[in-house]
């Protein structure tokens, strides 16, 4: 091993950098750290130590004696990733933000706010939607996610197809280097040109290149309507097979187009006892457009939902208020969580792949699952070609025989996408659970200058080790 | 079979903030709902018609907005809507609102039965569906859970008490209010909106119905908010905590002597 242990030495000198309330090592304390949102026996890792800073100077003092000392740092949002991007694989010392959750400033004027990292992002919106003002790059975790993952995994989710993803509404970044060193990108500007544009470089680079301390991001004016539409289609192909026409022959964006298989709605309403007619549909398709006319907004939804009855949709329920869209976003938001009282062993995948070849993504889908034997549920983003394939360990096989068929899955899952101008994770990022995989998804050259770069932040890589692909 | 739900418009209820002064709800800026209680007064009544033919009017009593819970009814499969609406109606409590609905219903004829939901979720109090009950001088159940039977004369029917169930048997035309434990709502079709859209909601104010006019409003009614409180939870919680795995034994022992004590675990009969 090259790095160093934790030693009582170093202990001392974290409990003098940030006080001893701020250090943990008590074995029961620092599990929690250990792990995120993947199954725990297959991928957690112990800390030697966690630390909870209040100041990025506090931050730049940590990293500094870690490099000097070469203790590998993991930093630590929320631990509700699902790659592994928070889990010191290596051990060493976990920087969790959870301290640094204020808010340092509303600006209306410039439409910005400047974050701690540690701030819940979903807390951002309900602060201010009063002023009809949202941020608009919130992923579909959203009540417990923080701002610095988000920042950290370029977090996307369900509202990709009209408002993009997190990267898009970050103008400045504050960050502590590897070295130690505190510096400032971008600001609140919408245009900024000068020199490389780092702070999109450190945005989606899983902590592995810096710990973002500070997040300035663009809000944008809340749109006043929004209408859902629930279609019940009789097969996957016929829901599927919706989505690129929707998105090319209407002339409307919408905000969001989910797609739910069979599986994954009849486990999400037996999961929250949900008694839609879900047993006559074959999969589902749910659609939001929003905008600031409610006739206009209504409108675009009738459009939406006449061309799905035109191309065989079994029923278009329509959902314009708060009691029924928070019902059928529900289903959607449940799959993940009752799929994990189904079974707690699964892979969740975020492949993504051109919108007009998610047609031709679900028979191999079907395939995968056939010759392993395994349920592939799959939801997700279809609006933008992001779905969430889920890998569900068979009842019947052991953990060791899971595990190797997973690895098998997994990996032609991934070339499946790749066949398709895809890649292998559109926004759960790479982390430490599909680093070995990296080589399906970019070339040998981009891979060797996304080391050249690591080296040139992180010579001594003790920041985030063990993500994204090894230094040799 | 005929049948008129009573429906009543609230704020969504995660947003809703009162008037510590007047003592009423600050409606300014939250979404309006149909009251999800009613939503299964609704849904109980598609099925009967589905199940016996027939028309179904919903009527609200509100402010001109209303018209878009009984428009979204229409879009669940109800085939009228009636808003009472006008300024005379303002501050109505549930005595001059029942009275005002009542007399509306007189105008309709030709029913077979009035649904309503168990209360409203804002005001809570239950009392207008008995209170137009009372006013027309018809049969009425609380708390119904299921429908049992239906014929001509009678409709027999499950009510949610206490400790179980009763089955009544009602002479029709009655009027009964549900549970959330008769049906699982629907959702609104695209055609049913389309339906709705297109629907001509009548607004009916005293110039339709005759109505004594000294008996609404905030003056016609007898109920005067004197103060708003807010109730002090005085329970208790004990947690019981096990320090490490030797002490999980000893632990749910003290667990077990706490249920036991309090006798939370009753035998079947």
């Known amino acids: 091993m090259k790095y160093n242990p934790v030693t009582n030495k170093i202990i001392a000198k974290l409990v003098k950098i940030v006080d001893s309330k701020n250090v943990l090592t008590d074995k029961e304390k620092i599990e929690a750290y250990s792990h995120d949102e993947m199954p725990r026996e297959q991928y957690a890792h112990m800390p030697e130590a966690v630390v909870t800073p209040e100041t990025a100077e506090e931050i730049a003092e940590i990293v500094k004696l870690a490099n000097k000392e070469l203790i590998p740092v993991t930093p630590r949002g929320a631990g509700s990733g699902l790659s592994g991007g928070a889990i010191p694989v290596f051990g060493g010392i976990v920087i969790s933000v959870e301290k640094m959750n204020k808010i340092l400033e509303i600006d209306y004027e410039n439409m910005v706010m400047v974050l701690e990292p540690g701030v819940v992002t979903n807390d951002v919106n309900e602060l201010i939607a009063e002023r009809n003002l949202f941020y608009a790059g919130y992923p579909m975790s959203l009540e417990t996610c923080f701002i610095g993952g988000n920042v950290a995994e370029n977090a996307g989710g369900g509202k990709a197809i009209k408002y993009g993803v997190t990267g898009r509404y970050i103008l400045g970044l504050e960050i502590v280097t590897p070295a130690g060193e505190i510096i400032q990108l971008g600001g609140k500007l919408v245009k900024d040109v000068v020199g490389y544009n780092i702070k999109q470089l450190i945005v989606g680079s899983e902590g592995t290149l810096g710990i973002v301390t500070k997040v300035i991001v663009k809000l944008s004016p809340l749109p006043k309507y929004k209408v859902d539409l629930l279609v019940l289609f009789k097969d996957v192909k016929s829901a599927i097979s919706m989505v690129p026409q929707i998105l090319t022959k209407t002339g409307i964006t919408p905000t969001s187009i989910e797609f739910m298989d069979k599986l994954s709605v009849q486990t999400s309403c037996r999961y929250l006892n949900e008694h839609l007619p879900y047993q006559k549909a074959g999969a589902m398709l749910l659609i939001e457009v929003d905008g600031n006319r409610e006739d206009h907004v209504s409108d675009d939804a009738e459009t939406i939902g006449e061309l799905c009855l035109k191309n065989g949709a079994i029923e278009v329920y329509v959902a314009d208020n708060y009691t029924t869209q928070e019902r059928i976003w529900s289903v959607r938001r449940n799959i993940a969580e009752a799929f994990k009282v189904v079974s707690p062993h699964q892979s969740l995948e975020d492949i993504v792949v051109p919108i007009a070849y998610i047609p031709d993504l679900m028979p191999e889908l079907a395939l995968i699952s056939k010759k392993y034997d395994i349920q592939i549920p799959c939801y997700g983003h279809a609006g933008d070609g992001n779905l969430h394939a889920t890998l569900v360990k068979n009842p019947r096989s052991t953990m060791k025989e899971w595990y190797e068929i997973e690895a098998k899955s997994l990996k032609e899952l991934y070339e499946s996408a790749r066949e398709l101008g895809g890649t292998i994770s559109g926004e759960h990022g790479i982390g430490s659970k599909r680093k070995d995989f990296m080589e399906i998804a970019v070339s040998k050259n981009e891979l060797d200058l996304m080391r050249r770069i690591k080296k040139a932040f992180d010579p001594n890589d003790i920041m985030n080790p063990g993500k994204i692909f090894d230094m040799e | ?269």
């Open chain 2, 1 to 269: 079979m005929n049948i008129i739900i009573l429906i009543k418009q609230v704020p969504e209820t995660s947003n809703v903030k009162m008037d510590e002064e007047t003592g009423t709800m600050i409606r300014d800026g939250v979404e309006s709902i149909i009251n999800p209680l009613d939503l299964y007064a609704i849904e109980v009544g598609i099925q009967l018609k589905e199940k016996f033919g027939g028309k179904i009017t919903v009527i609200t009593l509100g402010p001109p907005g209303a018209e878009k819970a009984l428009k979204e009814a229409i879009s669940m499969g109800c085939d009228d809507g009636i808003l009472i609406s006008g300024r005379e109606f303002k501050g109505s409590d549930t005595w001059a609102t029942s009275y005002a609905l009542a007399e509306a219903i007189k105008k309709i004829e030709n029913y077979d039965l009035i649904l309503a939901g168990e209360r409203a979720t804002d005001g809570d109090t239950g009392q207008v569906g008995p209170g137009v009950a009372s006013f027309l001088n018809l049969a009425l159940a609380t708390y119904i859970s299921k429908i049992v039977e239906v014929s001509d004369k009678n409709i027999i029917a499950e009510r949610l008490v206490e400790d179980g169930y009763e089955i009544l048997r009602v002479p029709l035309p009655a009027l009964l209010t549900v549970v959330k434990e008769i049906s699982f709502p629907r959702l609104p079709t695209l055609r049913g909106k389309q339906k709705a859209k297109k629907t001509e909601i009548p607004v009916w104010s005293t110039e339709n119905i005759e109505l004594d006019k000294s008996k609404l409003g905030l003056k016609g009614s007898p109920t005067r908010v004197v103060k708003i409180g807010h109730p002090r939870v005085t329970r208790n919680g004990t947690i019981v905590k096990a320090t490490d795995d030797e002490s999980i034994s000893e632990t749910i022992g003290r667990l077990l002597k706490f249920i036991q004590e309090k006798e939370l675990i009753q035998r079947g009969h």
